[in-house]
């Protein structure tokens, strides 16, 4: 059974950056499926925040557009996840979610904590 393991997150001020990164756990394996992040606040629903396909086609959450940049590393089996100019609003539990051909993955996720 493949796993995925999120890491990156962290507590960080208002107009900070982090790095995001979800691997997987078996070689050559993650290049078959889309990658996405999604979070989750506490009291709200999760929500998708960055999606990139097998052909590295991105689309992005409206909050997220031009702050976030999803990429995907076939060869170390990676996604990953660059937030820059934070904001306290971003404060979430952070999940990677890999999926295609019937399958579905996600991570346990990684806290992302922006002070004001």
């Known amino acids: 059974q493949v796993q995925f393991v999120e890491s990156g997150g962290g507590l960080v001020q208002a107009g900070g950056s982090l790095s995001l990164s979800c691997a997987a756990s078996r070689a050559s394996f993650i290049s078959r499926y889309t990658g996405e992040w999604h979070r989750q606040a506490p009291g709200k629903q999760r929500e998708l925040v960055a999606r990139i396909s097998t052909r590295g086609e991105t689309n992005y959450a409206d909050s997220t557009k031009g702050r976030f940049s999803i990429s995907r590393d076939n060869a170390k089996n990676t996604i990953r996840l660059q937030m820059n100019s934070l904001e306290p609003e971003d404060t979430a539990m952070y999940y990677c979610?890999?999926?295609?051909?019937?399958?579905?993955?996600w991570g346990q996720g990684t806290q992302v904590t922006v002070s004001s």
């Open positions: 979610h890999v999926w295609g051909y019937g399958d579905d993955y």
